[in-house]
């Protein structure tokens, strides 16, 4: 994964992000305090980043890809912790893992967008973008040329039997 979206991962695993919450700790007054992806409740990391309707049905949606039924934990930390003791092994691995950074990514991005652009996304865009960001990584990472990026992207169950 691109650094940047490793160090984001990380900084919302230790609850330091810049959500509404922390800004509000360090004294810095905001007029809206929820949050931007459901308006509902104060955006807290892992709320944004979990627990919000939309971020949680955006897990379950990757989490249905591949084939998984899962219970929401109490943090991002939590999450990532049983994401990534995970048994995958080679390139099945390699996606598995980079989509947990494509999520906590995507949502950030949409988050920013809201407001700073006023843009929303639907659920399905962000999904997709997802699996389009999941495809890009692993395309560079392991220099695939065989596959397009629609084949990569639509087909995860025919991937993940390459051996690499």
């Not at 991962?9 to 992806?37: F, G, H, Y």
């Not at 955006?58 to 990534?84: E, N, Q, R, T």
Request: positive net charge; charged residues 20%; glycine residues 2%.
């Amino acid at each position: 994964m691109p650094p940047k979206v490793e160090i984001l991962a990380w900084m919302v695993i230790q609850e330091r992000v810049a959500t509404k919450s922390i800004l509000i700790s360090k004294n810095i007054v905001l007029n809206d305090l929820s949050c931007p992806l459901c308006s509902l409740c104060l955006e807290t990391p892992n709320h944004l980043f979990l627990h919000c309707k939309f971020s949680w049905t955006v897990w379950s949606h990757i989490l249905d890809w591949w084939h998984f039924f899962w219970v929401c934990p109490p943090s991002v930390g939590g999450m990532a912790s049983w994401w990534f003791d995970s048994s995958f092994r080679n390139l099945k691995k390699h996606v598995w893992e980079a989509c947990f950074f494509a999520i906590i990514w995507s949502l950030w991005i949409m988050r920013n967008r809201i407001i700073f652009q006023n843009v929303t996304s639907s659920l399905e865009e962000v999904v997709d973008l997802i699996k389009y960001r999941v495809t890009m990584w692993m395309k560079v990472k392991f220099d695939i040329k065989v596959y397009s990026i629609e084949d990569f992207k639509g087909y995860l169950d025919g991937i993940r039997l390459l051996k690499l």
